[in-house]
């Protein structure tokens, strides 16, 4: 009999109503990737599981109290107005604020082996509570994610990093440098063209995130977790040509 064929694994995409959503689809199109694309209205109260059942971990509670159950929609850490970010850079902040979001509807299993966070085009509260219990799930699971844009900038805030305002909007293709090497991005890349179109930057990094490369315009360009397969990527790796694509094809490869 022939030998069974590796199963083909499955990426979630998480649609924040980003208009660069299309290309992330385009993109895995390319890899020839196997996934799901979802709209993050349709993933309230969903509990995300990993395809692997030997895929599992200790839930780790960070100094900004990341909630309780990763299945719960409880005490999101959320963005406010799209105006949350560190005092220290700028006076006009706002605090994050924990919101109660208790339900007693049954929730619904979706199982995948990696989720992708858009970005999005306006700030949307159920957006910011939606993605944070995103997060928490494929943390306790070791489900690997990546955040990008406003997905990392969430994934940062989930996990109690900052973020900031930044004194100009950046929206224009950029250089990079890579500092560290990870299963991500190698740093024999050096450095990095890449597209970015946002407004706020992540400012500090949770507890056991470390920083992978960095720009004129952002300390922490590309991040992860120590042990954890979290990633966040402040630029669009889906419009960046063949750097974002092999950023992408790595993830995928995760």
């Known amino acids: 009999m022939p030998a069974n064929k590796p199963r083909l694994q499955t990426t979630l995409v998480v649609d924040n109503l980003s208009p660069f959503t299309p290309d992330i689809v385009t993109c895995l199109n390319k890899l020839g990737a196997n996934y799901i694309q979802k709209s993050f209205s349709s993933l309230t109260n969903v509990t995300i599981s990993s395809n692997d059942d030997n895929n599992s971990s200790n839930y ?12 719960i929609l409880n005490k999101s850490k959320v963005l406010v107005d799209g105006a949350n970010y560190d005092k220290k850079n700028n006076n006009d902040s706002r605090d994050i604020i924990d919101t109660n979001n208790n339900t ?10 990696k989720v992708i966070l ?3 085009r306006m700030n949307n509260r ?40 930044m004194a ?18 190698s740093a024999d ?35 992860s977790h120590k042990e954890k397969k979290l990633f966040g990527t402040q630029f669009h790796p889906e419009k960046s040509g063949a750097d974002g694509l092999k950023l992408l094809s790595n993830f995928l490869s995760i």
């Open 60 to 71: 780790k509670h960070y100094g900004h109290n990341p909630g309780g159950s990763a299945y």
């Open 104 to 113: 007693n509807n049954t929730n619904n299993n979706l199982s995948c082996d």
């Open 118 to 120: 858009s970005g999005r």
């Open 126 to 165: 159920e957006i910011n509570i939606v993605n944070s219990s995103i997060i928490r799930q494929c943390f306790e699971n070791n489900i690997p994610l990546l955040g990008i844009c406003y997905g990392a900038e969430i994934l940062a805030l989930t996990l109690g990093g900052t973020i900031r305002k």
């Open 168 to 185: 100009m909007p950046v929206q224009d293709t950029i250089s990079l440098t890579v500092s560290k090497s990870s299963s991500l991005i």
């Open 189 to 223: 890349m050096k450095t990095l063209l890449v597209y970015e179109s946002h407004r706020y930057c992540v400012a500090k990094l949770p507890e056991d995130f470390e920083s992978l490369a960095s720009s004129i315009h952002c300390e922490h360009e590309i991040f």
